[in-house]
């Protein structure tokens, strides 16, 4: 409510005293203190369906889950790495089962990830503590269906990740229907994504690690 003051957000790293009740804060700072975290967004997208729908996400998340929204490409997120605690995917397939353009890097280095947990299963998940979130777009004619979406998850989950809510499957099948399953797929994240933003992010050196690590 505009005007009252609001407790300090579990992600709020201020000092409680900051936050005595009946004093109230101008709305520069409210907007610091909720705003604090950063979630990442990434899409992998041919011909726009994943792009769309991610950045449909971006413009509703800091409303839905007071966060700030970091969006980017898959293939220029790995050029500069920088993993956020909470990261949300919006990607197709393409080809065979393949990646769309702008993240065919990302699918190898996923494909990588793959095969390194696969002949080291002792090794230290790289990404333990990123929560991810995926939405992925297809078309069941394909027998590849949802390959490149369903490896993604499969590679960063083996690196530590851990999966939040439902995997999203639309299907571009019928196109009409996959608009609407996109909107479902948003409409049912957000309550356990917040759930995950109730905890403390990861702090910045442990990111940091991930990001030297991705490679
Ligand atoms: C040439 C071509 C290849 C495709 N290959 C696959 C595939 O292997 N598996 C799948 O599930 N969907 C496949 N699709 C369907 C797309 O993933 C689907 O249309 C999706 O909604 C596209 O999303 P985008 O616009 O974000 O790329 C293919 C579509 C085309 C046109």
């Given at each position: 409510m505009p005007?009252?003051?609001?407790?300090?957000s579990k992600r709020d790293n201020r000092p409680l005293s900051h936050f005595q009740p009946g004093t109230s804060m101008t709305e520069e700072e409210t907007t610091m203190a909720e705003k604090e975290e950063e979630i990442l967004v990434l899409f992998g997208s041919q011909r726009g369906?994943?792009?769309?729908?991610?950045?449909?996400?971006?413009?509703e998340?800091?409303?839905?889950?007071?966060?700030?929204?970091?969006?980017?490409?898959?293939?220029?997120?790995?050029?500069?790495?920088?993993?956020?605690?909470?990261?949300v995917i919006f990607v197709s397939s393409f080809g065979t089962g393949g990646a769309p353009m702008g993240a065919q890097a990302f699918r190898k280095f996923c494909d990588r990830v793959i095969t390194d947990y696969t002949d080291n299963q002792d090794k230290d998940g790289f990404l333990k503590g990123?929560?991810?979130?995926?939405?992925?777009?297809?078309?069941?004619k394909?027998?590849?269906?949802?390959?490149?979406?369903?490896?993604?998850?499969?590679a960063l989950t083996m690196a530590g990740a851990?999966?939040?809510?439902?995997?999203?499957?639309?299907?571009a099948e019928n196109r009409m229907k996959q608009q609407e399953e996109i909107r479902q797929w948003i409409e049912t994240i957000w309550d356990p994504l917040s759930k995950v933003l109730a905890d403390a992010p990861l702090a910045e050196d442990r990111l940091q690690e991930m990001n030297m690590n991705t490679k």
């Amino acid at each position: 409510m505009p005007g009252l003051a609001k407790p300090p957000s579990k992600r709020d790293n201020r000092p409680l005293s900051h936050f005595q009740p009946g004093t109230s804060m101008t709305e520069e700072e409210t907007t610091m203190a909720e705003k604090e975290e950063e979630i990442l967004v990434l899409f992998g997208s041919q011909r726009g369906t994943s792009e769309d729908a991610a950045r449909a996400f971006a413009k509703e998340a800091p409303q839905r889950l007071n966060v700030k929204v970091k969006i980017v490409e898959m293939d220029d997120f790995l050029e500069s790495p920088s993993w956020r605690t909470v990261v949300v995917i919006f990607v197709s397939s393409f080809g065979t089962g393949g990646a769309p353009m702008g993240a065919q890097a990302f699918r190898k280095f996923c494909d990588r990830v793959i095969t390194d947990y696969t002949d080291n299963q002792d090794k230290d998940g790289f990404l333990k503590g990123i929560y991810i979130a995926m939405c992925g777009q297809g078309d069941s004619k394909y027998q590849t269906y949802q390959e490149n979406p369903k490896t993604i998850v499969k590679a960063l989950t083996m690196a530590g990740a851990e999966l939040v809510g439902d995997v999203g499957a639309t299907d571009a099948e019928n196109r009409m229907k996959q608009q609407e399953e996109i909107r479902q797929w948003i409409e049912t994240i957000w309550d356990p994504l917040s759930k995950v933003l109730a905890d403390a992010p990861l702090a910045e050196d442990r990111l940091q690690e991930m990001n030297m690590n991705t490679k």
